[in-house]
């Protein structure tokens, strides 16, 4: 049961940010719903007004330029067999086909989700490793920030209470790069997701070597983190070489992990999860590279 | 402010048939299925798009009932449990529950049929796997689920017969 | 005759009645009745663990349009607001002090759910926060805080003269039970070990939410529509309460949603029907899920056993001393904890035992009925405990449980009945299906557990089976359909003896202003005692369908046989309507069998002699991801001896069940409290399991002797399988890793830290 509120469909983005300025703390944009309907019904959250951003032109679109763009209203569904994403941006597919469960991922879309900033997105983790942005608008204009400038902490953006979250966009990495999306846990949301991607400078071959390395600590953190000492340790290494290098760099992806003690695990167990889970995301993207399968089957982990 | 000024007509095709409801904009579809068009096949358990209770199918896709705005249902066709089987002959993934013995309490029967239809829908022959990653959103308290799994494997192969060719043997 | 004619409907697998109903969508649940003019209500809950309850102000929600009515405990002056089924120390709504997290303070009834939460919104409350305790120690330290000061009344519960609470503690029940010299035998026990396993607070998660629909009539009678497990209990229950007669409160019971013991005794129908009679009209409450985190919950508990055994293997003594939390109200939690306690050693043939449990009252949701009731608690360290053992004597963790096995016939304690199964083949199939005495793969280790449980007594069953003009069977009992396919297998079991098509048979939903008497169903029971009360009653129609075909045909009643819906003889055959047709003369009328199962009180040290043993037992093979900690249950092997399986496919899905529950309390499943308030009340946060948590292999066997006191030899079935799952897997982690778990559940982080502890090898 939902407490009442006035439904706004705004046709442009224009009028919704406009919406959103008179309002203010009364409204809330509303795309999938799925984590906005849900909080409203555990009373956590209640506007008066939602601004229904689905309509809004362009929302739901996923332009393949130079750059990928998401429209904010995409579905995980419409990510998830996208031929677009699935050819530039293959990881972005898989993850997607892995959010939530099925029923999550035929309404949620790509905004709402990163605009919910929960710590437990799986995407605010991919994307922050693959070096998306996002583009907002506002009365004010267009504005596009990093990953990491949007998200500040938990439940918490760089959006304005104007502002409307208008894509996600990212130059994709080279096919040749390897890549891998690792999350694990026991409870609805994971209790850690780690991304990797490893750009070579050659083709999948043992002597390829890692020109630039990205690793994103997600669910951990109250925000999802890069692992920077992490990600410099890997730069320059053989693929060959990988295996010998993935213990030192996932220990210092563990250093720099800001784990805390809650419901999903205490703080030292975490930490040494990450180092677990990055050693494993960079030998399946190095499996990837190769083009073997990467070993799976670990309990209550998957594999995107 | 006053609900009932509120109220927005929606149009909606339930199990083939034309409906057409004026609802308020934070009813959820759930709520307007079971109270107003008296469909209670849907249950309500988690309450939070977890357990499938309450899934249906808005044009083909599953969703969660529950977490369903109504008015977002406008112009679109929705299918229920009731809408499954056609007058008295069940439909094959009905009958593959039955069979299998996948069905006990029944409550989270309505959802797991239809989150099965589809999955059949968009993929006539899973593997076990597929179904699997289908169910994560599928709870159920009474089975083990292996009998669930089971009938939507037979359900998928009934279909798959009925619509393969004949082979001369 | 007929008793020996080979079975024909018993024992097949004969798919549910209620299957095509349930996946048409047109099964009925509570939430799905509508009455004219019906109210819905919602629940104020208190924030606080502990507080005093200083004053609550309905005026303003009460004077909301749309409300009928707003109630708070002060209001409740017209009825006896107390219930319970051990004793009656729950309020319908707080009085004077709210002592958990969740319990109901106030209540409306509108004209419609929204309504009605808006106006809880409107209700004061002015509390005043209490030290709370939420825990066995902080609840037993000296000088805890006291979740009841006054001494509580006694329930309805039939042994309730056996309750002892110790007044000025937070102890509501204590039971002691002794048999030899326990102490003396451990001193002279060549091996003594001792530990302290801890079960932790599970929800039942019952996928339908608790709910009741409370309708007052102009005569001044009470119907409701509930889903609970025991509606003869319920109605006990509301008639304290109102004081009315028992024969002017009718409970009709819809489809349940999942029971597994959260819908024992009543829960929200005593405030359901307070508040259809403080507003005149049909009420509807319909809980939400998280709200049945606030309802009820399984009675955590913390286990020491000593168990002292000769060289050889065979067990001298064992003594337990149980903790049980069973939260703010006693629900059934002192039946829990002497129940579970009484069968503390399993099945196995122990000397001298001492057992010593106590319930103890926190400030946490209350502790009642959950599949197994009191028992997986205790086994969880029994069984564990004798692995060690095993491993400490060198012996084969299957070879020594077979050597201590209580033998069929044999005494399980004076005064009860012998034990009525062969546990060893159960537990020898179990062993032989998981390849115990193969060599398996390096990663992965086998466990076994085995199980004993009591089921209620003295209990009562009655039934009443109707054979109609036209041939067909009408069998009226109130065993409740939950999901385990009780109406399925009591129209088995009329259409075995009626020799009629289960077809023909209707088995009527549970209304006690219409089905006879049944105790509750839980505790396994239904199968063997209500079953038993149909077999009688339709057996008793049998008898009187002989009567008059012996006198018409003029042949000795014991020439007679019953077949494809007739009574047959050398001479001919009467099909039913024919029979009733000479016995009334007309086509109408109708023979009425009763059936009655009351066995009684007995010397029994619980009151009564258990109508069966429930034995089953459970084999484990699982892997471990030493780097995560993660656990996977790879196989699993469930072996129960259930006499005779009456509907194997609906027993063997209930097993399926009850293995994968007790796999969900084993790696998954806790209610996580933090200073009373509970962390993961929604399914958000707390993990029941999925279908990619059930084991490749999941079998489901079972041992038929036809030795059960139930009809054609039946025995109760469906808590058997949960119960051997911990330790079963435990046993198997420890095989595998050296490592012995003393907590459930095995969370990964859990397994991890013990792995580390142990080092690396």
Not at chain 2, 92 to 107: K, N, T, Y
Not at chain 3, 484 to 501: C, D, K, N, S, Y
Request: neutral net charge; proline residues 6%.
């Amino acid at each position: 049961m939902l407490r009442p509120f006035v439904l706004h469909r705004p046709r442009t983005a224009e009028e919704a940010c406009a919406l959103l300025a008179r309002l203010g703390e009364d409204a809330a944009p509303y795309a999938g719903g799925t984590e906005l309907l849900l909080l409203m019904k555990l009373g956590l959250l209640r506007p008066r007004h939602l601004v229904d951003v689905k309509r809004v032109a362009g929302f739901d679109d996923i332009a393949d330029g130079v750059r990928l763009s998401i429209g904010a209203g995409v579905t995980h569904r419409t990510v998830e067999r996208s031929a677009a994403v699935q050819a530039r941006c293959p990881l972005m597919a898989s993850v997607a086909r892995h959010v939530g469960n099925v029923r999550v991922r035929n309404v949620g879309t790509v905004g709402g989700n990163l605009a919910f900033a929960d710590p437990h997105s799986d995407l605010a983790t991919l994307f922050l490793a693959l070096d998306a942005s996002v583009e907002l608008v506002s009365p004010r204009g267009r504005r596009e920030l990093t990953l990491a400038e949007f998200v500040r902490g938990p439940w918490e953006t760089a959006r304005a209470a104007d502002e409307l979250l208008t894509s996600v966009r990212l130059t994709p990495w080279p096919a040749s790069t390897a890549a891998a999306f690792v999350k694990f846990g026991v409870h609805e949301r994971p209790t850690l997701g780690i991304a990797v991607a490893l750009r070579l400078d050659g083709s999948g071959t043992g002597r390829a070597r890692v020109v630039d390395a990205r690793i994103a600590i997600g669910c951990v953190n109250p925000c999802p983190a890069r692992a920077p000492g992490a990600e410099a340790r890997l730069s320059g290494v053989a693929l060959a070489e990988l295996e010998d290098v993935a213990g030192e760099a996932a220990a210092l992806a563990a250093a720099s992990a800001d784990t805390a003690d809650d419901l999903y695990g205490s703080a030292d167990y975490k930490r040494e999860m990450v180092a677990v889970f990055v050693r494993r995301a960079l030998r399946a993207a190095a499996a990837r590279a190769r083009g073997v399968a990467p070993v799976a089957g670990f309990p209550h982990t998957i594999v995107a | 402010m006053d609900a009932s000024a509120a109220r927005e007509p929606i149009h909606l095709v339930v199990n083939g048939r034309a409906r057409d409801l004026a609802v308020e904009p934070y009813a959820l579809l759930l709520d307007v299925l079971r109270d107003d068009l008296d469909l209670k096949g849907a249950k309500r358990s988690c309450d939070s798009q977890v357990c499938g209770a309450c899934t249906v199918l808005v044009d083909g896709l599953a969703v969660s009932a529950c977490t369903y705005l109504a008015v977002e249902a406008d112009g679109r066709s929705i299918l229920t449990v009731e809408g499954l089987a056609e007058g008295e002959s069940l439909h094959p993934v009905q009958r593959a529950f039955v069979d299998a013995g996948a069905v006990q309490c029944g409550f989270c029967t309505p959802g797991m049929l239809l989150t099965t239809r589809a999955l059949l829908d968009e993929n006539p022959a899973p593997t076990r796997e597929d179904v699997l990653h289908y169910l994560r959103g599928s709870l159920c308290r009474c089975t083990g689920y292996r009998k669930i799994v089971e009938a939507i494997l037979a359900a998928a192969r009934a279909r798959g017969q009925a619509s393969a060719p004949a082979r001369v043997e | 005759m007929s008793r020996r004619a080979p079975l024909r409907v018993v024992g097949q697998p004969v798919p549910r009645v209620d299957a095509v109903e349930k996946v048409t969508g047109r099964a009925r649940y509570v939430t799905d009745l509508v009455l004219p003019g019906m109210a819905h209500a919602k629940i104020l809950r208190s924030p606080y663990a502990h507080a005093r309850v200083r004053r609550v102000d309905t005026a303003r929600a009460g004077a909301r349009p749309g409300v009928i009515a707003a109630l708070s405990g002060a209001d409740l002056t017209w009825c006896d607001p107390y219930f319970g089924p051990a004793f009656r120390d729950r309020p319908v709504l707080a009085i004077d002090v709210a002592r958990y997290e969740g319990e109901p303070v106030a209540a409306v009834a509108a004209v419609d759910e929204l309504t009605a939460a808006e106006a809880l919104d409107l209700i004061d409350v002015d509390y005043e926060p209490l030290p709370a305790v939420s825990t066995l120690e902080e609840a037993l330290a000296p000088g805890a805080p006291l979740v009841h000061t006054g001494e509580p009344l006694a329930g309805h519960f039939a042994d309730l003269a056996t309750l002892r609470p110790q007044p000025g503690t937070n102890v509501c029940h204590r039971f002691q039970w002794a048999r030899g010299e326990a102490a003396a035998a451990l001193a002279g026990a060549d091996l003594v070990l001792e530990d302290t396993f801890r079960f932790p607070p599970v929800q039942h998660y019952a996928m339908e939410p608790h709910a009741a629909l409370a309708a007052w009539d102009e005569t001044g009678a009470l119907t409701v529509w509930a889903g609970t497990q025991n509606p003869y209990s319920v109605r006990v229950e509301l008639a304290k309460m109102f004081g009315v007669p028992l024969g002017r409160i009718r409970i009709v019971v819809p489809h349940l949603g999942g029971g597994f013991g959260s819908k024992t005794y009543a829960k929200l129908e005593p405030l359901t029907a307070a508040l259809a009679r403080a507003t005149g009209r049909p009420v509807r409450l319909a809980a939400s899920a998280a709200e049945a985190f606030q309802t009820v919950r399984r009675c955590s508990a913390r286990v020491s056993v000593r168990v002292g055994l000769r060289r050889d293997g065979t067990l001298v003594g064992v003594t337990c001393d149980a903790d049980y939390d069973v939260g703010a109200y006693a629900d059934i939690g002192p039946r829990v904890v002497q129940k579970g306690t009484y069968t503390a050693t399993g099945p196995y043939r122990v000397p001298h035992v001492a057992l010593d449990a106590r319930a103890v009252y926190t400030n946490t949701t209350p502790g009642g009925a959950f599949r197994g009731f009191g028992v997986p608690q205790l086994a969880w360290a029994l069984e564990s405990l004798l692995d060690v053992a095993a491993d400490r004597l060198g012996r084969d963790p299957v070879d020594l449980r077979r050597q201590n096995l209580l033998a069929h016939g044999e005494e399980f304690a004076p005064g009860d009945t012998p034990i009525d199964g062969k546990l060893e083949e159960s537990l020898g199939h179990a062993a032989q299906a998981i390849g115990w005495t193969q060599t398996g793969a390096a990663d992965r280790g086998r466990g076994v557990a085995a199980m004993l449980k009591a089921s209620v007594a003295p209990s009562v069953s009655e039934a009443i089976v109707r054979l109609h003009a036209d041939g067909s069977v009408a069998v009226l009992a109130s065993a409740v359909e939950m999901g385990q396919g009780t109406r399925t297998v009591l129209a088995q079991i009329a259409a075995e003896v009626l020799a009629v098509p289960v077809a023909r048979v209707t088995a009527v939903p549970p209304d006690t202003a219409i089905t006879p008497y049944d105790q509750t169903t839980s505790s396994s029971r239904s199968t063997t005692m209500t079953g038993r009360a149909v077999q009688m009653a339709a057996e008793d129609v049998r008898e009187q369908l002989f009567r008059v075909a012996a006198e018409h045909l003029g042949v000795p009643a014991r020439e007679l046989a019953l077949a494809d819906g007739a009574v047959v003889a050398a001479a001919g055959r009467l099909a039913y309507p024919e029979v009733l047709a000479i016995r009334f003369g007309m086509s109408g009328g109708e023979l009425i069998g009763r059936g009655v199962v009351a066995p009684g009180r007995t010397a029994a040290p619980l009151g009564g002699s258990t109508p069966f043993w429930e034995m089953a037992a459970g084999a484990a093979e699982v892997s471990v991801d030493e780097e995560t900690g993660a656990v996977r249950v790879e196989r699993y092997v469930s072996v129960a001896d259930v006499g005779r399986a009456v509907n194997p496919l609906l027993l063997e899905g209930q097993d399926e069940g009850g293995v994968v529950q007790g796999l969900g309390h084993t790696l998954l499943e806790e209610m996580v409290y933090e200073e009373g308030h509970l962390l993961n009340g929604t399914l958000l946060a707390y993990r029941v399991p999925r279908a990619d948590d059930v084991p490749r292999a999941l079998e489901c066997r079972f041992v038929e002797n036809a030795d059960g006191s139930g009809p054609f030899g039946a025995k109760g079935a469906g808590e058997g399988s949960l119960i051997p799952v911990s330790p079963a897997v435990a046993n198997a982690l420890a095989r595998l890793t050296g490592v012995r778990l003393r907590d459930l559940p095995l969370t990964p982080e859990r397994v991890w830290r013990a792995l580390r502890a142990r080092g690396s090898r």
